[in-house]
């Protein structure tokens, strides 16, 4: 059964209370949400970006959820630069414990050899590195970006499990969104898959720095995960700030 699945699917939602001037994605903010699987409520997720230091940038993944007996926790970190609007990888760990096999998942990025360590479990692998491969918490961010950046080519290649996948996103059209910790004008978003079988959309707020308010997972036609946000919070660092620590590593 379906406790939680790898964070890709973008379990990626965060906001700020201030909501008078439009953020930066890469605006420092913290953000806590409720993991719903169908109508039951499994626990809690938080992301958290902190201020960078020298252009050096740490987000991080927390959640622990539940089910009857099953439980299962996931500490996630990804470490990146930023170079004009393009997001850089240097490493992501991932953690994952509860019932069943603990695992961690760990890839250095060496961009100045074109190479990728990466070890899932105890499986040791190299992956070329093209500059346009991300881990699966710091492409959330890029995703971000580039919808800022009113980009429409929304695909990526990420390392994850040991594995690169490609994604493809595309913009169903805008939309209100209102869930328990308040109202937000959206743009709706799908995950482009093959066939029906499987259905991911969420909802991101342009003037909040594109940041989702909600994802919603379909299996069958049925819901399986829906992931709300509970709270919030935006630091004051503006965009102008951000960009000249780019331009001065």
């Keep these: 059964m379906l406790i939680m699945k790898p964070i890709i699917i973008f379990s990626l939602l965060a906001f700020s209370m201030i909501a008078s001037a439009a953020q930066h994605p890469l605006t420092p903010h913290s953000a806590e949400y ?29 959640s622990d959820v539940s089910l009857l007996m099953l439980t299962d926790k996931r500490v996630v970190q990804s470490t990146f630069t930023l170079d004009g ?13 509860g019932t ?25 692998t190299k992956f070329p590195y093209n500059g346009n491969l991300f881990d699966p918490l710091m ?20 390392l994850k499990s040991g594995e690169i996948d490609e994604y493809d996103f595309k913009v169903i059209g805008k939309e209100r969104m209102l869930i328990e910790s308040g109202q937000y004008d959206t743009v709706k978003i799908e995950v482009v898959r093959d066939n029906s079988k499987r259905q991911t959309f969420f909802w991101m707020a342009p003037d909040l720095g ?21 709270s919030y919070q935006f630091s004051h660092q503006p965009a102008e700030v951000i960009n000249q620590q780019a331009a001065n590593p």
């Design 139 to 158: 492409v959330q961010l890029q995703f971000r970006l580039d919808m800022m950046a009113g980009l429409t080519n929304l695909h990526y290649a990420m």
């Design 100 to 124: 069943g096999p603990h695992y961690q998942e760990q890839s250095a990025y060496a961009t100045d050899q074109n190479i990728v360590h990466s070890r899932y479990k105890e499986e040791r």
């Design 34 to 62: 409720q993991v719903n699987y169908g109508s039951i409520e499994l626990g809690k997720a938080r992301y958290q970006l902190p201020p960078p230091h020298n252009n050096l940038y740490q987000y991080r993944f927390d």
């Design 85 to 97: 609007e393009r997001l850089v990888p240097m490493r992501y760990t991932h953690e994952r414990s």
């Design 210 to 230: 594109y940041l989702p308010v909600r994802l919603t997972h379909f299996e069958k036609g049925s819901k399986q995960l829906d992931i709300t946000l509970l």
